[in-house]
């Protein structure tokens, strides 16, 4: 069954006498960071994965190790055990609040998965935007934390990267 919403767009698109073709959401992406604003996200997202019969991919995005601090300072000279154990950790503690997300989406029939990518020197925003591609996601949710412009100018903003850069239709959830 189809989101009302698009339901209610193409039903006056049709009647505006524009041409309609027929929307297909097979795949979802949910952008995920463990916020509260994701997580918001993350329950349009299920929402949606159920109506459309989609499938849902939770997906984190780890983001690289920063060469200020000790860690990447360790990491510029060689200590590769050091940025694995410290990644692994950062795996494992997101799985923690990941998992569970996914098996409130099973528990409500949705097919669903998990993803943890890890940037790799690109950006948070350009690892979403090159998965979304590359695995033919249909639609990408994410949050906001609602940032005035002038935040979003200084500090950047998945949410806006994403929604500018990605191949398919974003919905940013406030």
């Known amino acids: 069954m189809p989101c009302t919403a698009i339901v209610d767009a193409l039903s006056w698109h049709a009647a505006m006498g524009f041409m309609v ?5 097979r795949k979802i992406m949910v952008a995920v960071d ?3 604003a994701s997580d ?3 329950v349009y ?3 949606l994965a159920k109506m459309e019969n989609a499938e849902l991919v939770f997906t984190h995005v780890i983001e690289d ?3 200020g601090g000790v860690i990447g300072a360790r990491a510029k000279y ?5 940025v694995e154990g410290y990644n692994r950790a950062r795996k494992e503690s997101a799985l923690q609040w990941i998992n569970p997300l996914v098996e409130k989406a099973k528990n409500e029939n949705v097919k669903a998965a998990n993803e943890i990518l890890y940037d790799t020197g690109k950006s948070v925003t350009g690892v979403i935007v090159e998965q979304a591609k590359k695995n033919d996601i249909d639609l990408v949710v994410v949050g906001t934390r609602g940032r005035s412009k002038f935040k979003r100018l200084l500090v950047g903003s998945v949410a806006s990267g994403v929604s500018n850069h990605a191949h398919c239709p974003v919905l940013v959830v406030r």
Request: no cysteine; proline share 0%.
């Open 21 to 25: 073709s027929k929307i297909s959401i």
């Open 34 to 36: 463990g916020s509260a």
């Open 40 to 42: 918001k996200a993350a």
């Open 45 to 47: 997202a299920m929402h």
């Open 65 to 67: 190790i920063k060469m």
């Open 78 to 82: 060689g200590d590769i055990k050091l």
